[in-house]
């Protein structure tokens, strides 16, 4: 789940800024959380602590109401709302990471990927980038080898994942689809060298720069062993005591051995 975060501070200032290398300077005082990390630890706070999913997302809206929420998630949260609106955005995508640790099987993960997403984005499209990002995060924390995880997410969730970002860079643009957002966001970790080299991949690619490396290094971090001491250190420093409670209890959690989630 830090790499999520990670990614989400990096990419932050380049949301409406699409920047086309992986030529930058990795933190400025630009970078801050946005709506992807808020939501991440939303999902974490509600898997927890056995917490109903829709209170916890509205509760945490309330706390950080200005972090940039995608507008029908705000009209969402902001009227109370308990049904879900068929969003196929990648918000689903974005805020999974939490499932990929706390998931004891294949099947949970995908149960609880369901679960996080279809409270808002029940959308087949939302389902779908939710389960292939946690299920992603899963088999990373396993280290299988990255091409049986990527022939396995192309065969099961039907992503075309053997492009390759030189080729896919010059012409995109930015996409908040599941279906335009989140494989794209799965090569720049196929490609990359170590975590930082995914985060920057996945900004490189122009688009939606926070959510897609946020997605790039929820797996980045569980495949090559967590994310730099000075990243996760850059991160706490944007956190409050709510964000760094969560944080401490996921780490308790996924150094305990996490076990089956009731949903």
Known sequence: MWGALVGDMVGSRFERSPHKSKDFELITPDCRLTDDSI???AVADALLHGRDLVDTLHSWWRAYPDAGYGGSFYRWALTG???PYGSWGNGSAMRVAPVGWLGGDEAEVLALADH?????HNHPEGLRGARAVALAVFWARQGRPREDMRADLQRHFGYDLQRRLADIAP???FDVSCQGSVPEALIAFFEASDFEDAVRGAVALGGDSDTQACIAGAVAEAWFGGVPAVLRAEVLARCDGRQRAVLGAFDDRVRAGAGRRDI
């Open 116 to 120: 996080t997403a279809a409270v808002t």
């Open 81 to 83: 709302a308990r049904e």
């Open 171 to 173: 012409t995109y643009q």
């Open 39 to 41: 939501l991440t630890l």
